[in-house]
């Protein structure tokens, strides 16, 4: 794909200088341009259309599933809690992101102030590193209901599940606030075009002219109770998982058990595969359209996805869904 800038959109470029302002014999960014997909108007307005429905799936899929989760009866389960919770990160991912990215779209790149650009990596980052932990648990559960059933109810109480996702968000806003302040503290002082969709960590300290040493430090320490955790927990309980399944007698037997945690199992493997295909697989050689595409997987691709994958592979929401839309015909 070419990247294509008209003359009038380097004009516009230009024309930013004047949000820099002189302070101690240097100039300091205010504002920042995201330059988002610089392809044809035709080919930009394609992209806005096909984000713009996506979007719209996104919203009504995820509310679908909290709906369901908090007026049927039957999915009232540890499961299903922490299904909703899942469905209310991803809300928070695509609207922070995906509502700016159409408007970058639509006018062939946009605006962001210093402090905008802020929040929106902040909530972000937030988001991505909530589902972290909330994956993390929803495998713990997994492993209890296969491996301790007996004992399932007494451990996973409403009680219990309620303190697990306050400590996954709290987690995910504390550690995440950690890296923000660090990044804030930085000085942006030569160019303010970021040639990506949003505002994320990378391409902020390509453009900081402050020594980042210490944020890429901190990042590394940070990964560890933030990511490296997390993807422990998950693999022991699913090893566990398997070895608990595969002493099942029966082929029915383990396929039912089985069933209990795939869809889980699908969310994690799309969710860790496109984070770490972004984030932990070298990018030498890749291109900047590249790199873009594949931040679409985890800001738009996975929320898209996530409810589907819960409604379709999952009786008791189809359960769930055909009761409520029979009350709806009945009134």
Known sequence: MIRVISSGFITHILSTASIYIQENNRTEVTEFLLLGFQVSRGLRLFLFCLFLVVYCLIICGNLLIITLVSTSKNLHTPMYFFIS?????????STDIVPDMLHILLNNGGTMTFIGCM????????????????????SYDRYVAICNPLRYSSIMTSGHCVILTVICWFSGVSITLICIITTAKLNFCGSNVIDYLFCDLVPLLELSCS???????????????????????????????????????????????????????????IFYGTLFGVYIVPTKGQT??????????????????????????????????????HKWEIW
């Open 288 to 325: 900047l359209t590249m790199s873009k595409i594949l931040s679409l997987l985890y800001t738009v691709f996975t929320p898209l996805v996530n409810p589907l994958i819960y409604s379709l592979r999952n009786k008791d929401i189809k359960k769930a869904a055909q009761e409520t839309i």
């Open 211 to 269: 020594d980042t040493g210490i944020v890429h430090l901190e990042l590394y320490i940070i990964s560890i109770p933030d990511v490296l955790i997390p993807t422990i927990i998950i693999v022991l309980s699913y090893t566990y998982i398997v070895l608990a399944i595969l002493r099942i007698p029966s082929n029915t037997g383990r396929q039912k058990a089985f069933s209990t945690c795939s869809s889980h199992l699908i969310v994690v493997s």
């Open 119 to 138: 929040t929106q990596f902040y909530f972000f980052s937030t988001s991505e590193g909530f589902e972290c932990f909330l994956l993390a648990v929803m």
């Open 85 to 93: 919770h899942l469905s209310i990160s991803d809300i928070l991912l």
